[in-house]
């Protein structure tokens, strides 16, 4: 542990332990394996370490599992969808950035949790009385907007794109493809401004460092399991991961908020 105290964030055995287990989870998500994972990577490190040093500490993984998933999805995008969506998540962002200040964390990610669950509810009901979400092209200028904004001051932009992008029911390679490429530009915009709050000290990269390997391994096992995936399982275990989000979004929230 020598090595470990001097040079990492990592003070003890169990903290090495829980960030091994926050960085598979959320490496699954990132192949696209249920965004529901990737909303445990935080909250599980900071059982064992602050907050802020925990997102300190998963930013730089997530951007390399960012450059893993591009990879293995390169072959699979939709074009309609990004041409919207990226524009306008370059919006949400620029505004997520003037307003940090003034936004509450909580606020957000429990409006977020609460619109998630609505859509799930719309889509299981619309299946029984015939008014099913539809895909709408010009409502990614909404719904991108939205989620860069939350993606920036609370991390909890994925909901808002599958909102969107769910109901044009693409091919599970291709949609997970189209989210792979949105939230890595997301991902890689966001990292001029947290930069400028002195996140990358030397013990958090050479942390990030030691994790790549792991996050490379999970990132793929994901994409494994998803290319093999038939769309009748895919979409069913899609939406019931956006409940699971939006039921831990309402939960953080209110648990911040009251």
Known sequence: MDFLTHWTVFQS????????????????????????????????????????????????????????????????????????????????????????????DAAVRLIVGIVALGFAARALLGRFIGTAPRYVPAMGWLWGTIAGFTSFVAHAGGPLFQIQVLPKRLDPKLYTGTSVLFFAVVNLVKVVPYAALGLFERDVLVSALILLPLAFISVRAGAAVIKRMKPEVFYPFTYSMVVVVGVKLVWDGVSALF
């Open 13 to 104: 055995p169990s903290m090495v332990w829980v960030t091994l287990l926050a960085v598979g989870l959320v490496g699954l998500s990132k192949g696209g394996l249920g965004g529901a994972f990737a909303l445990m990577g935080v909250p599980l490190m900071s059982l064992v370490m602050p907050p802020v040093l925990a997102a300190a500490v998963l930013l730089p993984v997530l951007l390399m599992m960012d450059a893993a998933s591009l990879w293995i999805w390169r072959h699979w995008r939709d074009g309609e969808v990004l041409r919207v969506m990226l524009p306008a998540a370059m919006v949400g962002i620029a505004a997520g950035w003037a307003a940090a200040a003034v936004t509450s």
